[in-house]
């Protein structure tokens, strides 16, 4: 029998389970063996009702009774209630803030729960606990009392999951599978082999056990995207890029008629991305820079070095005419406008043609007629004019990559906030013309070290870590209800100072009363409702959501950004690249719902000019949250993206979903010794055999993972 064959050829399936398989992603032997516990559990640390003490934060196993939703007495907090039993006895359950838990949890119903045990009036009771179903109460293995726990699905259980790899050991398949890390690096890391580490993994004995199988498995799966990585990064290297005169003076020339001064992280960004230019082969970088520290400028200086150079012609001669040409792609219509206004602003006084396509229209700069402005154009004609060239520099959407976008001669594709485009949507973008052109990643998105180590593996990394001068550092502050007047009264002062405000809610609409499952937070029609009538009558306010169309999104801003609006109460569609630099204020509600991410770019909004700015992360109720407690520690987003990593894995910022890597790869991440030692040895075996003709095995399993990799 062969690990690549179906789980059925071992054991015999019922309907549900096989439903249950498919749900897990398990279809083979190989996938049976690589779906490893979530946890162990020790059975020391599951207690029967009776035997808990107060203070001791403990797990229990038994049902519920009398479940019900409410509100507490004195301060009407919603919250759910009910009573735990086992065999033992029986304690109060309360949750607060959380009251649609009493109907995901049916009374009778096998649960595992986990929660601190607390006293009152001589009565225990838990606050809060984590509750989950359960199949069933853990089991114990032989002679062994470290319990592994699967991810679990309808029909397929821990016990399942032990009974199955039980199965899959005593028929001997584990001394067939080939062990795709060699004995020098096991050696030289100090790893497990594989058949070691799949026992270790599912069967420990101790703790240490899993510990050790679970880093080789963390070591091998970066490994193995770091072989595609390098890859990727050879195979760019054999493509011939456009010849670019790359003039660090001209483009200084340029960057001088800047309305700022250039950070030294700026000018180091631009030689690297000049030094770049020079290579005979296309550039691939990652330009990730906190909210506000100039990407679009470093955009800006390295396209004009790019739209001032001559193409090439026949024969490999320098023509004396026509512009190499410049795409910058972007994830919504408000930013594509945004740095369409911003390049016309850098490219004034130059005889450089811009262009702007989105779905609801087509500019281009500057006007024939009206000197020094845009222009609407049809879109017929602006495909013309980039098709023959002359259009040097075209800014857009997603309507970039559609096939009648054709360029003559592109040789600089820039794509911003990268990660909330696909693959194929970036790779459609670069192969655009004939010659492979430069590619300029940007983001603001905070990534850990690690992680861009790992997925971005096949792109140089420049960091941005540096504020434009002048900026001031923003007071962030968590603010329960009882301070919600207070807030607004500072909204209030810096109001009447002449500046605006940002209110951001979790939903566009009021929650259906009738459905408790309903996410209850307040929501933008709600609130800008309120807040007009009862807390800011005398200033104009408006709403932003994802429902506007794109014209509706567009006036409101413009409104915004020209001062009539004094208030913009929207959801978190203002995350990526809004610029407004008179808004300095930034009001969260339900903050304790958006992601730590979300609520790093939502800040970064108000961190636009070189007035004081302010974050308030409005929450339910007070409480020790981490994660809040980190974005207002965190002085930038770098900073942010590894205290988070220290906080939660890879898990808020990043995670498999969002990745294609598995829970185990991601905990090799808070390893960067791990994942520098995966990159060495990928960058020696490719060094030494490009195409992996000593290593097939490697090369079937690295180019699998390549397949799973996702950089949405």
């Not at 405000?501 to 609409?509: F, G, L």
């Amino acid at each position: 029998m062969r690990v690549d064959e179906p789980v059925e050829k071992l054991l015999r399936l019922t309907h549900i389970q096989r439903a249950g398989l498919k749900k897990l992603g398990i279809a083979t032997i190989r996938d049976l063996l690589y779906h490893f516990p979530a946890r162990y559990e020790s059975s020391a640390d599951i207690k029967r009702i009776a035997d808990t003490q107060p203070n001791e934060t403990a797990i229990l196993y038994g049902a519920f009774s009398k479940l019900e939703m409410k509100r507490s007495w004195k301060t009407k907090v919603p919250m759910a209630e009910g009573t735990f039993e086992d065999e033992s006895g029986s304690v109060r359950i309360v949750w607060f803030h959380q009251p649609y838990l009493a109907k995901m949890i049916r009374t009778g119903e096998l649960v595992r729960l986990q929660g601190k045990v607390t006293e009152r009036n001589g009565k225990k009771y838990i606050a809060n606990p984590v509750a989950e179903k359960a199949a069933g109460i853990p089991f114990m293995t032989s002679g062994n009392s470290f319990l592994p726990v699967y991810p679990e699905t309808v029909g397929i259980t821990s016990l399942w999951f032990y009974h199955a790899i039980k199965r899959v050991m005593e028929s001997g398949i584990l001394e067939t599978i080939p062990d795709p890390l060699s004995p020098e690096i096991l050696k030289t890391y100090s790893l497990p082999s594989l058949k070691s580490a799949l026992v270790f993994i599912h069967v420990p004995k101790r703790e240490k056990d899993a510990a050790v199988a679970r880093k080789r498995f963390a070591f091998e799966e970066v490994f193995l995207i770091q072989i595609s990585r390098v890859r990727e990064r050879e195979k760019n290297r054999e493509k011939q890029a456009h010849e670019i005169d790359a003039d660090e003076n001209r483009v200084a020339e340029f960057m001088r008629a800047f309305p700022f001064t250039p950070t030294s992280g700026q000018k180091k960004a631009i030689g690297e991305i000049l030094a770049d230019f020079l290579e005979p082969y296309p550039m691939s970088r990652l330009l990730e820079g906190d909210v506000g520290s100039g990407k679009t400028a470093v955009a800006a200086a390295s396209a004009y070095a790019v739209v001032t150079s001559r193409p090439t012609g026949k024969g490999g001669v320098k023509q004396t005419f026509g512009n190499l040409q410049v795409a910058y792609m972007c994830p919504t219509e408000i930013l594509a406008k945004q740095h369409f206004e911003t390049f016309t602003s850098f490219f004034r006084k130059y005889p450089i043609q811009i262009g702007m396509i989105t779905s609801s229209g087509c500019y281009k700069f500057p006007s024939k007629i009206k000197k020094g402005e845009a222009t609407e154009i049809s879109r017929s004609q602006l495909l013309k004019w980039v098709a023959n060239g002359e259009i040097p520099i075209l800014i857009g959407t997603h309507s970039l990559i559609q096939k009648t976008v054709n360029f003559k001669h592109l040789a600089y594709v820039i794509v911003d906030e990268q990660h909330r485009f696909g693959t194929f949507q970036r790779q459609a973008i670069a192969t655009k013309g004939g010659t492979a052109p430069h590619l300029l990643s940007m983001t603001a998105t905070p990534i850990p070290r690690t992680l861009a180590l790992t997925v971005y593996g096949d792109l140089d990394l420049t960091v941005l870590d540096e504020m434009p001068a002048g900026r001031k550092a923003i007071k962030t502050e968590i603010s329960t209800p009882a301070r919600r007047a207070g807030v607004y009264e500072k909204i209030r002062e810096l109001l009447k100072e002449g500046r605006q405000a940002y209110v951001i809610c979790p939903r566009i609409d009021e929650p259906d009363p009738t459905k408790a499952l309903a996410l209850q937070a307040r929501s933008v029609s709600a609130e800008a409702k309120r807040l007009q009538k009862d807390v800011f009558p005398e200033y104009t306010i408006e709403k932003l959501h994802s429902k506007m169309t794109p014209t509706e999104k567009e006036e409101t801003m413009e409104r915004f950004a020209s001062g009539t609006t004094h208030i913009l109460v929207a959801t978190s569609v203002v995350e990526v690249g809004v610029n407004v630099p008179n808004a300095t204020v930034i009001m969260i509600e339900g903050a304790e719902r958006f992601g730590l991410a979300q609520l790093h770019q939502l800040r970064g909004r108000v961190m636009r000019s070189t007035y004081q700015p302010y974050c308030f992360l409005m929450v339910e109720h007070a409480g020790d949250n981490p994660r809040l407690k980190a974005i207002v520690a965190a002085k930038n987003g770098f900073e942010l993206a590894e205290k988070d990593l220290e906080i939660r894995g890879a898990g808020e910022l990043y995670g498999r979903r969002q990745w294609g890597i598995s829970d185990v790869g991601m905990e090799a991440l808070k390893n960067l010794k791990l994942v520098e030692a995966a990159r060495t040895e990928a960058t020696f075996l490719v060094t030494n055999d490009p195409l992996l003709r000593k290593s097939p095995l490697l090369k079937k399993l690295s180019e699998e993972k390549a397949t799973e990799l996702h950089f949405e």
